[in-house]
């Protein structure tokens, strides 16, 4: 069965510090990979998706990136964080090829917080 | 462009009453819709998914949803609430070869004992 990961699930970062939020998803291959925001009290504002090993398709500017160095893994960073980065970041995947039928499966998230 | 609108942002029910969340959704064909619950400090599950056919779709944890074209509605209902459904639901309109998901707003429920 297919399974994500995402790590860490908690951090807390002083403005201006770097970020890295990691998203691993196992048993399944060519997976499209997503990270999404949850600000409080806000619904879901997708950031990043990526077709493949080194594509990535950016939905919003803003202060983060996204790589996606392997096949499962995809990495969302900040060289410097804002204080408007807070928020709970979701990882997320569906099987190969856009449907509007794609199911996401979505990890448990990673809470930031930037103080 | 695809929209969803999920008019409630908070609900109260007592556990053992009926709930109905609502969902409007904006597309000109018919669309993929689905429907999330996300517990508190979670990820979001799929709770139920409407593609095609029978209009009135059964999910996980006694949910069922309606998709009502003529409304452009595709409410999700539960007979008799727990007091495990308290959480945060969102309702999601996919179409064609979409690359996301839209998502609705989200509707914070709280069940009273």
């Known amino acids: 069965s297919q399974t994500i990961h995402q790590w860490p699930a908690t951090l807390v970062q002083p403005v201006g510090s770097p970020l890295s939020l990691e998203c691993t998803v196992e048993g399944t291959s060519n997976p499209n990979l997503y990270w999404y925001r949850q600000a409080a009290g806000r619904g879901l504002q997708l950031l990043f998706y990526?077709?493949?090993?080194?594509?990535i398709s950016s939905e919003v500017p803003q202060n983060l990136s996204a790589s996606r160095p392997q096949d499962r893994q995809f990495i969302l960073s900040s060289k410097k964080l804002l204080l408007s980065d807070s928020g709970f970041y979701l990882c997320?995947?569906?099987?190969?090829?856009?449907?509007?039928?794609?199911?996401?499966?979505f990890g448990a998230g990673s809470r930031l917080t930037v103080l | 462009a695809q929209s969803v609108t999920q008019p409630d942002i908070h609900i109260t029910v007592s556990e053992g009453a009926s709930l109905e969340l609502r969902c409007n959704y904006s597309y000109g064909a018919t669309p993929y819709l689905f429907w999330y619950v996300q517990s508190p400090g979670q990820g979001l599950q799929l709770l139920l998914k409407y593609f095609s056919g029978d209009t009135l779709v059964q999910g996980i944890k006694g949910f069922e949803a309606e998709f009502k074209r003529s409304q452009s509605s595709f409410n999700l209902r539960k007979p008799s609430v727990h007091w495990s459904d308290a959480a945060e639901y969102f309702c999601a309109v996919g179409s064609g070869s979409a690359r996301q998901l839209t998502f609705g707003s989200g509707t914070q429920l709280t069940v009273l004992p």
């Open positions: 990526s077709v493949g090993i080194g594509q």
């Open positions: 997320a995947w569906t099987s190969r090829g856009f449907s509007g039928a794609n199911v996401l499966t």
